[in-house]
């Protein structure tokens, strides 16, 4: 079993940033992807962006060149600098992990962004 809890959540004005970060714990495997998806009022729960434990990334073509994400693998953790915000980016914001010798995946509980026009 794995655990994802994620921080960093908020209010913030359009243009502005925000940085959110998901530590794994359990029965974590060296050999991984994190990383984040979001879903908004009345929407599916889409992909922002998710790394590799060996550094390769995928990010969604609506936040590419404003949003960056990054790992700190000794610690299981992962983070996302979101930067020049909309208010279409308002959703909330799920952290994944998943061991790539699995194919369950594991959720967190959520962090709220909010962004004002």
């Known amino acids: 079993q794995v655990r994802t809890v994620e921080s960093g959540g908020g209010l913030v004005q359009a243009g502005g940033s925000l940085r959110l970060s998901c530590a794994a714990s359990?029965?974590?495997?060296?050999?991984?992807?994190m990383g984040w998806y979001r879903q908004a009022p009345g929407k599916q729960r889409e992909l922002v962006a998710t790394q590799t434990s060996g550094g390769s990334t995928n990010y969604a073509d609506s936040v590419k060149g404003r949003f960056t994400i990054s790992r700190d693998i000794a610690k299981n953790t992962v983070y996302l600098q979101m930067n020049s915000l909309k208010p279409e980016d308002t959703a909330v914001y799920y952290c994944?992990?998943?061991?790539?010798?699995?194919?369950?995946?594991?959720w967190g509980q959520g962090t709220q962004v909010t962004v004002s026009s």
């Open positions: 359990g029965s974590t495997f060296s050999l991984n992807t």
């Open positions: 994944y992990y998943r061991a790539l010798r699995d194919t369950r995946g594991y």
